[in-house]
């Protein structure tokens, strides 16, 4: 387990993702991804997605339907997969997991995100992501 602390090291969380973890054709899978999130990273966020996208990683999202704007930007992206939660589900925090690694990002005033490692994590996270993927709307 790792923690990431400040606008820093999420950016450092996002170097182990797309840098030293994930190649062509692998999956970064993020859900109840909050519009504050997204309005706090924008501009960081898709320099990372051309990285991903020159890299041949693939991505699949679950936003919060308050981000359809952001969702919208996304789902233009080459390789990437978006759809939207229930109109009350909204959430502060969101989950992501990739490769061998599951985290929960808090991208609040005081951001952070907790990274745990490990097979068992990945496929719990997975099972969530694909219980609410098939209930979301496109």
């Known amino acids: 387990m790792h923690v990431y602390e400040g606008v820093d090291?999420?950016?450092r969380y996002y170097e182990l993702m797309y840098v030293k973890?994930?190649?062509r054709g692998d999956t970064h899978y993020s859900m109840f991804v909050p519009k504050s999130s997204n309005?706090?990273?924008?501009?960081h966020m898709l320099e990372w997605h051309t990285y991903r996208i020159k890299k041949g990683i693939k991505a699949k999202y679950l936003y919060n339907q308050e981000d359809r704007r952001y969702g919208a930007v996304r789902a233009r992206m080459k390789g990437t997969e978006v759809r939207y939660m229930r109109d009350d589900a909204i959430t502060?925090?969101?989950l992501e997991f990739f490769g061998d690694y599951a985290a929960i990002v808090?991208?609040?005033?005081e951001p952070y995100v907790f990274v745990m490692h490990g097979k068992g994590v990945v496929k719990t996270f997975k099972?969530?992501?694909?219980?609410?993927?098939?209930l979301a709307e496109k």
């Open 9 to 11: 090291g999420i950016k």
């Open 21 to 23: 973890t994930l190649g």
């Open 39 to 43: 309005e706090k990273y924008e501009a």
């Open 92 to 94: 502060p925090v969101y």
């Open 106 to 109: 808090n991208s609040g005033d």
């Open 127 to 134: 099972h969530v992501f694909e219980t609410y993927w098939v």
